[in-house]
């Protein structure tokens, strides 16, 4: 999924960049002598390739954080004998689990009991 959010954002750039090369700024070398395009691939797939490089790290720290949740969660149910007990319900419902009973889930992250957040 985050490979076709990566080709969408490179695609989008490539169609940019091909609008822009079909401007008249580009194309008309009566006018315009200086900025004349004779070819609008080299500007397009340089933009397509930018645009894929950029997608690239912006989707790899999206991707770190899919990992650090789906780690925190694994952590989760490892320390409180394969229970989840802090895990957002969003989160639950993905993974088809449940809450455990008698308790809600706490969706803003509460401490363990006996353990403090320290005040700064």
Sequence with gaps: ??????LGVAACCGVAAFAMS?????NNPEKYPA???SSGI????VAVLTGYIVA?????VYEMAIDTVLLSFCEDCESNSGQPQYAPPLLLEAIGATAPKGESP???????PGR?????
């Design 1 to 6: 999924m985050l490979f076709l959010g990566k």
């Design 22 to 26: 079909n401007l008249e700024y580009y």
């Design 35 to 37: 900025t004349y395009l």
């Design 42 to 45: 080299l500007p397009i797939a």
């Design 56 to 60: 690239q790290i912006f989707f790899s």
């Design 106 to 112: 706490d969706p803003y992250g509460a401490q363990k």
């Design 116 to 120: 403090q957040r320290a005040n700064r």
